[in-house]
């Protein structure tokens, strides 16, 4: 008889910075089950369910000062963590892999609360708040700058690189109206600032690729 396969959830939601490199795990993993954890409305909604099943719980940031806006997101987050405790326990789920964001608290807590491991893949240089409170809870953390070991010295942590999807490793012909001489080499470099807050330095460059 063959043996059934792990089952794993994988919690990712937002933007595409936490989104890709978690769509490009799970395409990797094709011995395992996969389904999802999202937030409604968010980017999840349009890519994920062609692919695997989605399952949300409603959730906001953590930005801006402590307040009562605080205590309302900490309401949020322990009925969150209860659902997804739920939600691991009914289906049998064997761990949690997150990219990190907000969607990560309730991941990480509900399954180290059941004795699951927890896989969290930082992209960034400079982690997340989630990331940088909740790493010493992960079995591991997986990053993709050697820099934001400084950031996490509490972690069981390794350095990884960011995981790219498949349509990266696809020669695919440019556009005629870009004017490019088919001889040359074309460079593509992707960055930004992924805090979330305007005004600050650009901290990370989330995923650089050569094409």
């Not at 059934?4 to 994988?10: A, Y």
């Not at 005004?199 to 094409?211: D, K, M, Q, R, Y």
Request: with cysteine.
């Amino acid at each position: 008889m063959s043996e059934t396969p792990k089952k794993l959830l994988f919690a990712a939601s937002g933007t595409g910075g936490h989104l890709f490199p978690a769509i490009a795990t799970a395409e990797h993993l094709l011995e395992y089950t996969i389904e999802w954890l999202g937030v409604p409305d968010r980017l999840e909604t349009e890519l994920v369910p062609e692919q695997y099943p989605l399952h949300t719980v409603r959730l906001g940031g953590f930005q801006g000062r402590l307040g009562l806006g605080s205590l309302r997101l900490l309401s949020q987050v322990v009925k969150a963590t209860l659902q997804v405790r739920q939600l691991l326990k009914q289906e049998q789920f064997d761990g949690v892999f997150t990219t990190g964001g907000y969607i990560a608290a309730p991941a990480i807590l509900a399954a180290r609360s059941l004795g699951l491991p927890a896989v969290l893949h930082e992209s960034n240089a400079l982690p997340g708040k989630v990331t940088r409170w909740l790493s010493p809870w992960c079995s591991l953390v997986a990053l993709g700058f050697e820099a934001a070991t400084s950031h996490l010295p509490k972690a069981n942590s390794v350095v990884v690189g960011t995981p790219v999807r498949s349509q990266f490793l696809k020669g695919q012909a440019l556009s005629a109206d870009l004017a490019l001489p088919s001889e040359d080499p074309v460079v593509l470099v992707v960055g930004g600032e992924s805090r979330g807050r305007r005004g600050e330095p650009i901290s990370a460059l989330c995923c650089p690729c050569l094409v």
